[in-house]
């Protein structure tokens, strides 16, 4: 890759930016476990596969049409 392109040198500066980041480096660290947190660890233990749970295997799209229809008359 050349040097004077644009990806090139779009590239460079983050690598370079990184690289020389001290602070920055914590608190990506701090970002990234945070989002972990909140999409595995959250979602195993409070968001449980209710489809799954209440239909049998190969007839979800029609337990969630039966629960849309039901939900809608009520």
Do not use: C
């Not at 608190?27 to 596969?49: D, E, G, H, S, T």
């Not at 489809?51 to 295997?57: A, D, E, N, W, Y």
């Not at 029609?62 to 849309?68: M, Q, T």
């Amino acid at each position: 890759m050349k040097k004077n392109s644009f990806i090139y040198r779009v590239f460079d500066l983050y690598y370079d930016g990184f690289r020389n980041m001290t602070l920055g480096k914590t608190l990506w660290a701090i970002i990234l476990i945070k989002l972990f947190i909140m999409f595995v660890v959250l979602k195993v233990f409070f968001f449980p596969n209710f489809i799954k749970q209440h239909s049998v295997k190969g007839e979800e799209a029609n337990f969630v049409s039966s629960e849309l229809l039901n939900r809608n008359n009520h």
